[in-house]
């Protein structure tokens, strides 16, 4: 006996991207599942990198210097320096900015520390009127004065020479730093055959290591280039407003420029507590605004028409960054927190078409990022490639050929020798 099928009456249910099934990121492991298990491989990782922070610190420190220098080099090579001549002298331009900060920062303190005992009366004054301005309005100041009777102005003396102590305790670190930075600088002044095996073997390795190189040049120039304008203009300012040691503090805050997002704040404080010790709250309030304003004007409205977005990331990320880094490698990792996380973006997630969706999360509002290409190649790094070579050809200098050449990936070489 034969069964017919009837047509059923349900309504069919049109299926959503919500409701299909995950295809997995790794292996066909599901994407939950393959963000967990990474960051626990992340967190085991992070550890082994904190046992070793004295070391990886100066160590990727000295390599984003070489990074950032060798267009510099390059430049002198093709005005006809010979190329031993001018690694050396970018060498030496290094090792005169870096040892020239670290002395003015170490010289900053030092004065900081032996002018605050001038001030212990100054101290006393400042915290009677405090007490006093505070009764006008009638809240009782015993409980107050309880709390206060354990501050003693001689704790910020006591930090300041804390902060000597670690810098001339960190002097193995500097020195690593400076041996790792020669090596370095003359190791990569010449990258062509290493280049073009990376390009034939992981085109799109290679092209995200040439992304990160690009970024975090252009992140050290911004830095240095709008971190001497501000400090100039702090200088000036402080100067006008008859603080102690402008000149010292306006170094101070070049240096501390290099902190994203604190390092204003940082180089704020110390100006600030001097100018209140010396002329009062009022001066310390203009020496506040004349830093805010100088600070908002260079970094978020002149900055941004010069440069654009730097680094491509966003302010949380840095944010982040600088405590996760700072946490890891320690007051270093502060400095080097963009860069860090700008390397780590591109040999874990740039490089990997599969990953670069974590891109939504970490890049910046203003940057507009190229679809990958499906073979994995990333088009943006090696458009940029392609504008050094043509620079090249019209310096006509043979060593930029080669190297130019030389990092072009394969297939594009091929196809301009076909055309």
Do not use: C
């Not at 030092?110 to 605050?116: E, V």
């Not at 990376?198 to 190189?213: G, N, V």
């Not at 203009?233 to 008859?242: I, R």
């Not at 392609?386 to 050929?401: G, K, M």
């Amino acid at each position: 006996m034969a069964t017919t099928t009837q047509p059923s009456d349900a309504p069919a249910v049109a299926s959503t991207p919500a409701d299909r099934d995950d295809p997995g990121g790794i292996l066909g492991i599901p994407t939950g599942v393959t963000l967990v298990l990474t960051l626990a491989a992340a967190t085991i990782a992070m550890g082994g990198l904190r046992y070793v922070a004295s070391i990886i610190g100066p160590v990727f420190f000295a390599l984003t210097l070489a990074i950032a220098v060798r267009p510099a080099m390059h430049w002198l090579i093709r005005k006809g320096l010979p190329a031993w001549a001018s690694t050396l002298l970018v060498l030496l331009g290094l090792y005169t900015l870096l040892f020239g900060m670290l002395g003015a920062l170490a010289a900053a303190i030092a004065q900081l520390s032996t002018k605050l005992p001038d001030y212990s009366d100054r101290f006393e004054e400042i915290y009677n009127q405090i007490l006093s301005f505070i009764g006008r309005f009638g809240i009782e100041t015993a409980d107050i004065k309880e709390q206060l009777q354990s501050f003693d102005y001689t704790s910020i003396l006591g930090v300041a020479q804390k902060l000597l102590a670690s810098i001339t305790a960190g002097s193995t670190q500097v020195l690593t730093l400076v041996m790792v930075l020669a090596f370095l600088v003359f190791d990569t002044a010449n990258l062509t055959d290493r280049a073009t095996e990376l390009t034939r073997a992981r085109p799109a390795l290679a092209a995200a290591l040439t992304d990160f190189s690009s970024r975090v040049r252009k992140y050290w120039v911004v830095s240095t280039v709008f971190g001497l304008v501000v400090a100039i203009m702090d200088y000036f300012a402080l100067l006008s407003l008859g603080v102690p040691l402008a000149f010292t503090w306006g170094v101070f805050a070049f240096i501390t420029n290099y902190i994203p997002n604190v390092g204003f704040v940082i180089g704020l404080v110390p100006p600030a507590l001097l100018a209140l010790l010396e002329h009062g709250p009022v001066s310390m309030i203009w020496v506040i605004a004349a830093y805010t304003i100088i600070n908002f004007v260079m970094q978020s409205v002149i900055q941004p028409k010069f440069t654009g977005d730097a680094v491509g990331l966003n302010t949380s990320v840095t944010f982040i960054s600088l405590i996760f880094w700072t946490a890891i490698i320690g007051p270093l990792g502060a400095v080097l927190a963009v860069p860090l996380t700008l390397f780590f973006k591109s040999v874990l997630i740039d490089s990997d078409r599969r990953l670069r969706w974590l891109n939504v999360f970490l890049k910046a509002a203003s940057a507009k990022e190229q679809a990958p290409h499906p073979d994995g190649r990333d088009i943006a790094a090696e458009r940029e490639v392609t504008d050094e070579l043509a620079a090249a050809e019209t310096e006509e200098s043979p060593q930029a050929r080669a190297e130019a050449v030389a990092s072009t990936p394969e297939p594009e070489r091929l196809g301009d020798d076909r055309a």
